[in-house]
DNA sequence: CAACGTTATGTACGACCGTACACAACAGGA
DNA sequence: TCCTGTTGTGTACGGTCGTACATAACGTTG
């Protein structure tokens, strides 16, 4: 089944999907808005998404690699002997402390799985991957626990407007690991 | 400034809204569902919140009272010398377990902060009260952890759609408390 | 080359939304 | 009693939304 006209129509469509909610958050998402960002008829994307949360699927998906890629990058998980603890911490700092418009978008898209069951699976799939990840230098009890202590340090800072401190990060994130 | 004809039916607005979250998530509160739910009209609803924001705040405030209720009902916070952390682990089972609608209602009104700064004092407000109220069992350097590691744990399991296990959370938040 | 199914587009419809605003109901001071 | 300001209501407007659907453009098959 031979894509036709415009191979790249549907990704332009998801990117132009992750602007749009990193512009004016998942609220300001519909059929209409992606379709002006993305610069296609408005029938293109009912076509190609027939529901948003197919178009939230899609998006979830491909913003789970941003941090998976600041994670890759950081060079972290590549040193097998470091100290994991003081890694990670420096990976939120790196994350949370540039002025990626991501940030907000990832975790947007992630906690939308809230309310949202489509999105369920995409999130519990990124949990696992990045858990099993962690699990290779730690085990896989202390992995999840890793992942939930930084995902509640990010809303923290996130939700209630607060500054990241990298060094109070690193010491509760050293006291899990055993 | 006296009230007139109904001196609650502000309180009518905010409890109909709670229940519209409830049952159809922010994405479907509206002025016009609101008033449908409190069965006042339209007119009603702006007059008393003017933005939805506004209404938002209000409810947020409301539904903080949730999980404070919970935690002064366990007990746990009333015995000083009891397991901090199988008591913390208890509440969140007890939370999460329930039927009460509440959970994803109280958890989307929270993680609404991301992106309405103004629903950020009210969520700021309630992090820092739960963490002075936990903070008087151990350090606030702990407390802030507990609370952080408590989120990323409900979040596990609400965003993944996974089951909850007391025996892990109250594993791991142990090893947060010095 | 003709028929056909997939891909893609344009447009129109009914529903819902926030907002504005004129107006009614009432309390308290002059 | 009248006047004024606050509280509360009804309605209508312009805009955006999801959706449906007729139709065009194209590749494939026979």
């Known amino acids: 089944m031979p894509r036709r006209y415009d191979p790249e129509r549907r990704q332009r469509i998801i990117d132009a999907a992750i602007r749009v909610v990193g512009e004016k958050g998942i609220a300001g998402l519909s059929h209409r808005t992606v379709a ?10 009912t076509y190609h ?17 941003g941090f998976a ?6 060079g972290v998980l590549a040193d097998a002997h470091g100290d994991l603890a003081a890694g990670l911490a420096r990976i939120l700092g790196e994350w949370l402390g540039g002025d990626r418009p991501g940030v907000e ?26 858990a099993a990840r962690l699990a290779e230098h730690t085990d896989p009890v202390t992995a999840r626990a ?9 809303l ?16 509760v994130l050293a006291r899990v690991i055993p």
């Open 49 to 65: 998404f027939a529901t948003l949360d197919d178009l939230l699927v899609a998006a979830l998906y491909q913003a789970n690699e």
């Open 36 to 45: 002006a960002e993305a610069d296609v008829p408005l029938g293109s994307t």
């Open 146 to 154: 890793l992942l939930a202590l930084m995902d509640g340090i990010c």
């Open 69 to 74: 890629g600041v994670l890759d990058a950081s």
């Open 105 to 130: 978008l990832e975790y947007e898209l992630y906690l939308a799985a809230l309310r949202r069951p489509a999105l369920r699976p995409v999130a519990a799939q990124w949990t696992e991957e990045t």
């Open 156 to 171: 923290q800072v996130l939700l209630t407007g607060g500054s990241y401190d990298e060094e109070y990060a690193r010491g």
